[in-house]
């Protein structure tokens, strides 16, 4: 079974500064996709970033960008110049390909608190 | 653009009681999820429908039913309601092919008192 593993709880970053949240998954299937959500405190779920496993580029959204390690099923996000809007609980999630909605839940880590310093 | 749209947005029930949650998924989506988020957890896949079937099951407790309609609106059936109910609970559909994204709905929580 696919699981993923956040080892850090809380994370805390100087506004302006750059932080890395560390993520980690298992599967046995060679194409997938990953993704971080971010949970602010009205706890909408809102997609922050999305890699698909069959490309090698890593994905990139604004201040936001991601490392994807796959041979060492690694999947970082690195949020730069950090605002007091990122604060939030942030969510590693893996996915497999869409095969017509059988066995493709979102499979979800268990979070890092980010705290953003002003 | 259409997003998920779930209802209630709050629900407070007593122990013992029923409660009906109602998600109404993207238009177009043919897959809906349902997820249970506990307190400072991170949300548990309980059940999700393709194409208005059943398509996978996760820690969906027994007292919990959960249906598409011939519309694609699910609903979520919660009966017997103990006080570890309490949660929020998000819907979120995709579409095949749309590059694995799912669409989360703003949640209904649920209050068991």
């Known amino acids: 079974a696919q699981t993923v593993t956040q080892s850090q709880p809380e994370m805390s970053v100087q506004e302006a500064e750059t932080v890395t949240l560390s993520c980690t998954y298992d599967t046995s299937e060679s194409d997938y996709y990953l993704f971080w959500y971010k949970q602010p405190p009205s706890r909408q779920m809102i997609l922050v970033i999305r890699q698909e496993a069959y490309k090698q580029q890593n994905a990139t959204e604004n201040r936001f960008s991601v490392n994807f390690q796959k041979a060492a099923k690694s999947f970082s996000l690195k949020i730069s110049d950090s605002q007091l809007g990122d604060a939030a609980m942030y969510f590693c999630a893996y996915r497999p390909t869409d095969y017509g909605g059988a066995t493709n839940k979102l499979i979800f880590g268990t979070g890092t608190l980010l705290a953003v310093q002003p | 653009a259409a997003g998920v749209i779930q209802s209630p947005r709050h629900l407070i029930k007593e122990k013992r009681e029923t409660a009906t949650l109602k998600c109404y998924p993207i238009?177009?989506?043919?897959?809906v999820y349902w997820y249970q988020q506990g307190p400072g957890q991170d949300p548990q896949f309980l059940i999700s429908f393709y194409e208005k079937m059943q398509s996978d099951k996760g820690s969906i407790p027994d007292r919990f039913s959960a249906q598409q309609f011939s519309d694609y609106h699910s609903e979520l059936n919660m009966s017997s309601l103990e006080l570890g109910d309490s949660a929020l609970y998000f819907c979120a559909s995709s579409l095949g092919g749309q590059g694995g994204k799912l669409f989360f709905g703003s949640g209904t929580q649920l209050s068991v008192l």
């Open positions: 238009p177009r989506h043919d897959t």
